[in-house]
C-alpha cells in the first residue's frame, strides 16, 4: 500500500510525457484528448487535468487542497467544492468506474485522491515506462471543447498557474508567443470573412435549492420566470420567480409541470404527470386561479406568438402526435417529440427521438403541410436534442445538445441548416427559454444513477452504488448493469464485491446462471440494434440474428434453462412496440402482443407461458407466449406497472411514478393486492421514479435501480442572438 503524504507540487525536470496510457485508455497530452481503445471520449476542460494530475502522482495521495490551488489559483471565485466533485463524477464516469469498488480513482475521504493500477508514460523522445518521480503540474490547460468544434479561433487560455516563480516567467513567455500567434490566426481568419467566435455569456445563476427543474418560461416582459420543480425530494409543482430580486413564490398547483407561457400570461400546464411526463393538459390565467383542464394524454406545448393557439405533443396508441391548433394531426411517428415550439410564420419547430434512443433529429413543420430535417442525428452516445426555442429574429432555431464524442452545449441552427456554437460549459446545458431581448434561460443540469440493496430480513445492512442503471440479476447474485457511456456492460456482484467488464453493447438481460448476458450495439443511430450474447466467463461472442426488429428496449430471460428471451421492440416500418419471443438457438422473433404496447416494462411469468405488460390503453395485462388474446386483471388499480413475478405466482407491482414507490404482489386471478415494502432511497432529493426492481432467488433481498437528476436555473444575459 503506497503512502499517503501528499506529493510536492514542485517540477522535478523530467522530459516531457506525451501519453499516458492504463488499462485500455490513453491519455495524449499534447492534443488534450482521451481514448479508449481507439476512441476519442467526450471529456474535455478541468476533468482532463484532475486526470493528468492523478496520473502523474499514480498510487500516491494527492490532496483537495492541491488540487485547488493547481487548478483553480487564478483567483477566480468558485464553489471549490462542487466544482472538484463534478470533475470527479465526470472523469469516473468516462472511465466507467465508481467511487465504491474503485478501478481507476480511489476516493481518500476528507483528504483527496489516488489513482489505482499501472500507468505507462511515453515522454517527448518516444521512450515508454513506468511513470517517473511525480511531478504535478500539468503539461496544458485542456480547453473546455476541442478546437476542432469551435467556430472560430480559439480565445487564448491561461496555462495552469504556476508552482514556482521560475515557472510563472517561462509561463508568461509561453502565454505570450501563444497570444502573439492566436493574434496572427485571429487577423488570418477574419481576413477570410468568416463568422467569428460569439462573445463570451455571462451566467447568473437564479435558484439554488437542490432539486429537480421541469420546464421553464419567461413571463410577458422577461421580468419573471415560471417553472415546475421538485424541491429537497419534496413535490413538483411549479413556482414564479422574481429575476430582479430572486424572490420565489409556489403557485399552490401540487402535482404539475410549466409547459408554457403566452403573451398575455396565460399558463399551459401538464397535471399529474407519469414518468414520462404525459398528463392532463390544463390552462391557468397568468400566475393565479384554478387551472382548466383541456386535453389528455399531452407532454408538451406552446403557444403561437399572438397567444391564440396551442400546438401540443400527445401520445395516442403507442404513437407520438403533434397536433397544431389543437385537435389538428400535422406530424405522427413512433419514437419521442420534445419541445414544440411556434415561429411568427406559424411553422412549429420540434425535436424527434426513436423511442428510448439518445440520438435525435430537429424537425420543422411547415403550414405547406412539408416537414424539413434540419439537424440529424445528433447525441449518439451523448445529450440528444430535446429543449429549443426559435431565436428572436425568426431565422434560426437555438437548442441543447451534442454531436458525437461531443459535450453537451447551446447551438444554433439556419433554416437552411447552418450550426454555430453559442455556448460551452463543463455539465450538461437544458435550453428552457428565450426572451424578446435576446436573454436565455438555461438549466445547468446533474444526471447519476445509482443501485440500492436492501433486505426484507430487518438485520440485513443496506448497501448502494453508484454507475451505470441497473439492468438485471442472476440466481448466483451477479448483477447486470451499463457501463461506460451506456453503451458497453458489466457485472457486479451483489454485495459489491467484485466488478467484471463484459464487452461493448447495451445490457438487456442476463441469463438466470449467470453465463450469458444478451447485449445490442448499433453502427450508428439510424442503423438497426444487433443482438449478442456475450459470456461472463470464458468462451466467445455470439451474433443472435434477430431481424426485421429495429430496436428492442427491454429483455427478460426465460427460467428453467431455456435458451429463450421475451423482449419488448420495435420494427424498421415504424410500427408502435410489440412483445417478441426468440429462441436464442435459432428462428425468427415472433410476435405474442399487437402493436402499442409499453416499451419499458416485462416480466416473463415463472412457468414461461405468460409475458406481463403494459397494454395500448395503458393498463397491465397478460399476454399468452403461444398466443391468444391477452388478459385483463379484476380489479387492477390503475398507474400501476408490473416489475417481475413472486415464485407464488403473485405478479410484482409497483406505482408509475414515485419517488417512493410501494412493492406490491398481486394475484393475477382475483387481484387481490397485497404491500411488501417501500423502495425508498436513501437519498431521495432528483429521484423522481423507481424503474428497475429485481428480487434474489429466495425473495428476501430486493435490488433497485433509479435515476436522480438535480439542476439549476441560470440566466444568460450576453449570448450573441440575432
Not at 432539486?211 to 419573471?224: E, K, Q, V
Request: proline share 8%; glycine share 12%; hydrophobic share 40%.
Amino acid at each position: 500500500m503506497s503512502s499517503e503524504r501528499p506529493l510536492q507540487l514542485v517540477p522535478r525536470g523530467q522530459p516531457a510525457v506525451r501519453r499516458f496510457r492504463f488499462g485500455t485508455f490513453e491519455l495524449d497530452v499534447e492534443l488534450g484528448e482521451l481514448r479508449r481503445t481507439g476512441v476519442r471520449l467526450p471529456l474535455h476542460g478541468q476533468p482532463l487535468q484532475v486526470l493528468e494530475l492523478l496520473l502523474r502522482a499514480t498510487g500516491e495521495l494527492v490532496s483537495r487542497e492541491q488540487l485547488r490551488d493547481t487548478l483553480w489559483s487564478d483567483g477566480r471565485i468558485v464553489e471549490f467544492d462542487d466544482s472538484l466533485n463534478n470533475c470527479v463524477r465526470r472523469l469516473r464516469q468516462a472511465l466507467g468506474d465508481d467511487a465504491t469498488t474503485p478501478t481507476f480513482i480511489e476516493t481518500i475521504p476528507r483528504r483527496g485522491y489516488r489513482f489505482l493500477g499501472e500507468v505507462t508514460a511515453e515522454t517527448g523522445a518516444g521512450a515508454t515506462g513506468e511513470l517517473p518521480a511525480a511531478q504535478l503540474v500539468p503539461q496544458h490547460r485542456y480547453p473546455s471543447t476541442p478546437e476542432s468544434a469551435l467556430p472560430g479561433p480559439l480565445a487564448a487560455t491561461d496555462g495552469p498557474m504556476p508552482l514556482s516563480r521560475r515557472w510563472r516567467r517561462w509561463q508568461r513567455l509561453a502565454l505570450l508567443a501563444g497570444l502573439l500567434g492566436m493574434g496572427i490566426l485571429a487577423i488570418a481568419y477574419l481576413a477570410a470573412g468568416r463568422t467569428r467566435r460569439p462573445a463570451e455569456a455571462q451566467l447568473r445563476q437564479l435558484t439554488s435549492r437542490r432539486g429537480l427543474i421541469f420546464g421553464g418560461r419567461f413571463s410577458p416582459g422577461a421580468d419573471r420566470v415560471i417553472f415546475s420543480a421538485a424541491w429537497d425530494g419534496g413535490p413538483t409543482q411549479p413556482y414564479v420567480l422574481s429575476v430582479a430580486s430572486g424572490e420565489m413564490r409556489p403557485l399552490g398547483i401540487p402535482d404539475s409541470r410549466v409547459l408554457a407561457v403566452s403573451r398575455t400570461g396565460e399558463v399551459a400546464l401538464v397535471l399529474h404527470p407519469n414518468s414520462h411526463g404525459v398528463g392532463v393538459l390544463a390552462i391557468i390565467p397568468d400566475v393565479g386561479g384554478a387551472p382548466r383542464q383541456l386535453l389528455e394524454n399531452v407532454y408538451a406545448a406552446d403557444w403561437s406568438p399572438d397567444g391564440n393557439r396551442l400546438a401540443v405533443v400527445r401520445y395516442v396508441g403507442g404513437k407520438s402526435r403533434l397536433e397544431f391548433p389543437i385537435g389538428t394531426v400535422v406530424y405522427e411517428s413512433d419514437g419521442q417529440f420534445f419541445s414544440p415550439r411556434v415561429s411568427k410564420r406559424g411553422e412549429v419547430a420540434f425535436a424527434k427521438h426513436p423511442a428510448n434512443a439518445m440520438a435525435g433529429d430537429l424537425l420543422v413543420w411547415e403550414p405547406s403541410g412539408n416537414v424539413r430535417t434540419v439537424v440529424e442525428g445528433w447525441g449518439y452516445k451523448g445529450a440528444g436534442v430535446v429543449y429549443l426555442a426559435w431565436a428572436p429574429s425568426g431565422e434560426e432555431i437555438w437548442f441543447t445538445g451534442s454531436r458525437e464524442n461531443e459535450e453537451n452545449a447551446l447551438w444554433a441552427v439556419t433554416r437552411s441548416g447552418v450550426v454555430r456554437s453559442i455556448l460551452r460549459r463543463e455539465g450538461s446545458l437544458w435550453l428552457m427559454d428565450l426572451a424578446p431581448d435576446g436573454r436565455t434561460l438555461l438549466q445547468e443540469a446533474d444526471a447519476e444513477s445509482g443501485t440500492e440493496v436492501f433486505g426484507l430480513d430487518p438485520d440485513r445492512p443496506r448497501q448502494g452504488w453508484g454507475g451505470g442503471p441497473l439492468v438485471d440479476l442472476s440466481n448466483d447474485g451477479w448483477v447486470l448493469t451499463f457501463g461506460f457511456a451506456y453503451t458497453d456492460s458489466r457485472l457486479r456482484k451483489l454485495d459489491g464485491s467484485r466488478k467484471v467488464h463484459l464487452g461493448a453493447g447495451m445490457p438487456l438481460a442476463l441469463s438466470p446462471d449467470g453465463q450469458w448476458a444478451l447485449v445490442q450495439r448499433w453502427e450508428g443511430p439510424s442503423h438497426p440494434g444487433r443482438l449478442f450474447l456475450l459470456p461472463t466467463g470464458k468462451g466467445s461472442e455470439r451474433p443472435i440474428p434477430s431481424e426485421p426488429l429495429h430496436e428492442v428496449t427491454i429483455a427478460r430471460w426465460f427460467r428453467g434453462g431455456v435458451a429463450r428471451v421475451a423482449l419488448a421492440a420495435r420494427e424498421r416500418d415504424g410500427s408502435g412496440h410489440r412483445f417478441y419471443v426468440l429462441d436464442l438457438d435459432g428462428g425468427r422473433p415472433r410476435p405474442v402482443s399487437p402493436p402499442g404496447v409499453g416499451a419499458s416494462f416485462l416480466a416473463v411469468s415463472p412457468d414461461g407461458q405468460w409475458l406481463a405488460g403494459i397494454d395500448d390503453q395503458g393498463q397491465v395485462a397478460l399476454f399468452p407466449v403461444e398466443g391468444g388474446e391477452p388478459r385483463t386483471i379484476p380489479g387492477m388499480p390503475a398507474g400501476l406497472v408490473p416489475v417481475g413475478w413472486s415464485r407464488e405466482w403473485g405478479l410484482l407491482v409497483i406505482p408509475e411514478v414515485a419517488s417512493a414507490p410501494v412493492l406490491s404482489r398481486v394475484d393475477v386471478r382475483t387481484g387481490r393486492l397485497e404491500p411488501i415494502t417501500t423502495l425508498e432511497p436513501t437519498d431521495p432529493v432528483g429521484v423522481r421514479s423507481i424503474r428497475r426492481v429485481l428480487l434474489t432467488l429466495d425473495e428476501r433481498t430486493i435490488v433497485f435501480g433509479y435515476s436522480r437528476f438535480t439542476g439549476l436555473l441560470n440566466l444568460v444575459e450576453s449570448p450573441r442572438a440575432p
